[in-house]
């Protein structure tokens, strides 16, 4: 059956284009940087938000309009692989993404939500024989059910920790059915209400060991997907162990595990944690640890995760920046973990929502690109530090001084002559190559 009924495959057709089922700026074919747009964007759809979300929130109940969402159980998990492919086919993405529970439905006991799970794999590899899209990364839900309502692998209960590692074991399965290129853990649960009633030392100690089993099994099963930890600082839980990069890579290190993962960032997730998009990109990276990017924007009017599809093309140029000098994402992507609006419910917003990301991110490459062609942000950082180039600079750098020495040189300082940071001036230069390429 055929759910996208009256839409054409998306085509590129420029910024002068009007039509809306048209990309204006995403070219897949054009190359930047020497790979074509869609080689460094590896763009993914979200089986979650795209295919099973309905629109509703905590004062209403769902708006969406889909013609798939008459059927129930695994007739409904059935019907929504169909649309996923033709969506796929019709957007002409790469890749997609989903939890377990996103495509197919939990039976009374977990032999039999493995067995559903087993029977819609089957038909979603039979679907990717004859589609281009691949599995970026799979996952498993640990959060939603009120078992986890303490916690998966950080629960207090045992029986949850048994229960999410078996459930983390038929992912990994799946993953290597599929090919998964990825396979994501997102902590939904694992974090706390109150210290009065948690011993933060065994659930984390609990996680570590949760971790490497998941890494022992990969391995024992010869799946070579890399891992990867997403993370988010709140909502569900008041205080989540993956709170941004920097604590997630210290729990890593801390449990020697910073060999064996990498990082999923999402835009929304880090400016809940009160930093930019681009500073946990960057963090990452200098670390060696930029695994995968879930693209999407929040709202700065909201305090929780609105999962907006991305359109600042300052955010997306950069993302982008860090994504290129981080040589791209390697095995990762750009997968929209978005939703549209609640007032976009009608089927075809799925496209024009997705176009719009698309394209921004587009933008967003070439834009940065450009930057570092021509060395932009490259000479004024060099500039600002230019004094550890040489000199005693170069001596603290290298690891040649010492404070009895630094104090010496110190007595001898009469003036220290500083130099504007000029962040005026450089946001307007990003300014002017973010117009440029408008007008080209």
């Not at 039979?126 to 986890?148: I, Q, V």
């Not at 948690?198 to 391995?219: I, P, Q, S, V």
């Not at 929502?353 to 490459?365: E, Q, R, S, T």
């Amino acid at each position: 059956m055929a759910h996208f009924t009256g839409i054409e495959k998306i085509k590129f057709e420029g910024a002068t284009s009007k039509n809306p089922f048209a990309f204006k700026f995403y070219n897949p074919e054009e190359k930047i940087g020497g790979k074509t747009m869609e080689e460094t964007l590896r763009y993914a759809v979200s089986y979650w938000h795209t295919f099973t979300m309905d629109g509703s929130d905590p004062f209403g109940a769902g708006s969406m309009v889909r013609s798939w969402d008459r059927l129930q159980g695994m007739d409904l998990a059935k019907a929504r692989v169909e649309a996923s492919f033709e969506f796929y086919e019709k957007m002409d993405v790469p890749f997609f993404c989903f939890h377990d529970v996103d495509i197919a439905p939990e039976g009374s006991n977990l032999r039999e939500s493995n067995k559903n799970l087993d029977e819609i794999v089957g038909m979603i590899k039979d679907y990717m024989k004859d589609s281009k899209a691949k599995l970026l990364w799979n996952t498993a839900n640990n959060f939603t059910h009120p078992r986890f309502v303490h916690g998966a692998a950080t629960s207090s209960h045992a029986d949850v920790f048994a229960y999410s590692a078996a459930k983390v074991k038929k992912g990994l399965e799946v993953g290597k059915e599929l090919g998964a290129e990825n396979y994501v853990f997102w902590g939904g649960r694992e974090g706390y209400e109150t210290l009065l009633n948690t011993d933060m030392k065994l659930e984390l100690d609990n996680l570590g060991r949760f971790y490497h089993m998941a890494a022992d099994y990969a391995k024992e099963i010869g799946f070579d997907a890399q891992f990867l930890i997403e993370p988010k600082p709140k909502e569900p839980s008041t205080h989540q162990y993956d709170y941004d990069v920097a604590t997630a890579h210290a729990f890593l290190q801390s449990y020697n595990l910073d060999d064996k993962f990498k990082f999923n960032i999402e835009a929304n997730h880090a400016t809940l944690a009160g930093h930019t998009f681009e500073h946990e990109l960057h963090y990452a990276r200098i670390n060696n640890m930029l695994g995968s990017v879930d693209a999407n924007q929040g709202d700065p009017l909201l305090g929780w995760d609105t999962d907006e599809f991305p359109t600042d093309l300052w955010s997306t140029t950069l993302a982008m920046y860090e994504i290129l000098k981080n040589g791209g994402l390697g095995r990762g992507g750009l997968n929209f973990d978005a939703k549209v609006r609640r007032g976009s419910f009608e089927q075809d917003d799925l496209f024009h929502a997705h176009i719009a990301g698309m394209d921004a991110f587009a933008v967003g490459l070439k834009v940065a690109q450009q930057l570092i062609d021509d060395k932009v942000l490259e000479n004024v950082v060099s500039n600002r530090y230019e004094t550890y180039t040489s000199g005693i600079g170069l001596d603290i750098v290298n690891g040649n001084t010492d404070f009895h020495q630094l104090e010496d040189y110190a007595f001898g300082i009469t003036d220290i002559k500083q130099t504007s940071g000029r962040l005026e001036q450089i946001k307007a230069t990003i300014n002017q190559y973010l117009l440029q390429a408008f007008a080209k």
